[in-house]
């Protein structure tokens, strides 16, 4: 029975250790995201989709982020209270000669169970998305990781109504992590038309608007989703650049939901750390066998 009991405690001690490593406690309790859990787009751009998390169909499985573990340079491989994991661009961009153009995490928000009693008709409207946050390392000074939000078309001829693109960071070092944030100076820059089936310009009143003053003037409008890219589609620069501890919130601040980006899915990790809870049971009965 004893012996029972201490391997139930390794297994247990082993697990929380490794659940504190993959993303802390100091966040309340984020969902763990891998590039393992990103499913391809089963209709591209469709929203029909029960997808959550994804990836640019338009990139096949090459479009994933990369899982990262480990230090970076002489910092944690994770954002400051996300564990020592994130999600890595490794883009080597055309503009470079080839490689992949850019990677996506796309996010459809109405398939986010902590939404899901801020949503209209079953789908979020842009005015109630009232902020957004997420952390990077940018490791070459190249292009960092930015937010593209899609608007449902509702009755346009083109495949979204509205674009709505946010500044790309501009982290000061290329040796630490940064927090960006749409209520702390990360505005949106450019918004894009595309009603009529061809993109047009929209007009906005200053470079750095907030994203809550753009969402009130779409009010009615949908989140289709929200692309969080490295580089982008055409003559795109390489991108170096890690993310992680991403932050959604909506409703007023009624719901929030916090993503940690760690290397592979949890369950593989539990089935790891339950092994190595299972081997060391065995090694100390051999001992006390050998003893």
Same mark, same amino acid.
């Given at each position: 029975?004893?012996?029972?009991?201490?391997?139930?405690?390794?297994?247990?001690?082993?697990?929380?250790?490794?659940?504190?490593?993959?993303?802390?406690?100091?966040?309340?309790?984020?969902?763990?995201?891998?590039? !393992?859990?990103?499913?391809?787009?089963?209709?591209?751009?469709?929203?029909?989709?029960?997808?959550?998390?994804?990836?640019?169909?338009?990139?096949?499985?090459?479009?994933?982020?990369?899982?990262?573990?480990?230090?970076?340079?002489?910092?944690?491989?994770?954002?400051?209270?996300?564990?020592?994991?994130?999600?890595?661009?490794?883009?080597?961009?055309?503009?470079?000669? !080839?490689?992949?153009?850019?990677?996506?995490?796309?996010?459809?928000?109405?398939?986010?169970?902590?939404?899901?009693?801020?949503?209209?008709?079953?789908?979020?409207?842009?005015?109630?998305?009232?902020?957004?946050?997420?952390?990077?390392?940018?490791?070459?000074?190249?292009?960092?990781?930015?937010?593209?939000?899609?608007?449902?078309?509702?009755?346009?001829?083109?495949?979204?109504?509205?674009?709505?693109?946010?500044?790309?960071?501009?982290?000061?070092?290329?040796?630490?992590?940064?927090?960006?944030?749409?209520?702390?100076?990360?505005?949106?820059?450019?918004?894009?038309?595309?009603?009529?089936?061809?993109?047009?310009?929209?007009?906005?009143?200053?470079?750095?608007?907030?994203?809550?003053?753009?969402?009130?003037?779409?009010?009615?409008?949908?989140?289709?989703?929200?692309?969080?890219?490295?580089?982008?589609?055409?003559?795109?620069?390489?991108?170096?650049?890690?993310?992680?501890?991403?932050?959604?919130?909506?409703?007023?601040?009624?719901?929030?939901?916090?993503?940690?980006?760690?290397?592979?899915?949890?369950?593989?990790?539990?089935?790891?750390?339950? !092994?190595?809870?299972?081997?060391?049971?065995?090694?100390?009965?051999?001992?006390?066998?050998?003893?």
């Amino acid at each position: 029975m004893m012996k029972k009991m201490l391997m139930i405690r390794c297994v247990l001690a082993l697990s929380l250790g490794v659940l504190l490593l993959a993303g802390g406690m100091a966040h309340g309790v984020p969902i763990y995201l891998s590039p !393992g859990d990103l499913q391809q787009d089963p209709v591209n751009r469709d929203d029909t989709t029960t997808v959550a998390y994804s990836w640019d169909l338009d990139l096949s499985s090459d479009g994933r982020p990369r899982g990262h573990v480990g230090l970076i340079g002489t910092v944690s491989g994770g954002a400051p209270g996300y564990g020592n994991s994130s999600f890595w661009s490794d883009v080597q961009g055309s503009s470079a000669g !080839g490689g992949r153009d850019y990677t996506s995490l796309r996010i459809y928000p109405e398939n986010i169970q902590e939404f899901s009693g801020v949503l209209t008709g079953g789908l979020l409207d842009i005015a109630d998305l009232d902020a957004i946050s997420y952390w990077t390392l940018n490791a070459s000074d190249d292009i960092d990781w930015r937010i593209n939000i899609y608007t449902d078309p509702s009755g346009s001829s083109g495949w979204y109504s509205h674009r709505i693109q946010l500044a790309i960071p501009n982290n000061p070092t290329t040796t630490d992590w940064y927090q960006h944030d749409t209520d702390a100076g990360l505005g949106v820059v450019a918004i894009d038309d595309y009603t009529n089936g061809s993109h047009s310009a929209v007009t906005i009143g200053g470079a750095n608007d907030e994203l809550s003053e753009v969402g009130a003037l779409y009010s009615g409008e949908t989140v289709r989703f929200m692309d969080f890219i490295a580089s982008y589609g055409t003559n795109s620069p390489p991108s170096d650049a890690y993310i992680d501890g991403i932050m959604l919130t909506a409703g007023n601040g009624r719901v929030a939901h916090e993503m940690d980006l760690v290397p592979e899915p949890m369950s593989m990790i539990m089935l790891g750390s339950l !092994g190595a809870g299972m081997f060391a049971s065995r090694r100390m009965r051999r001992r006390k066998k050998d003893a």
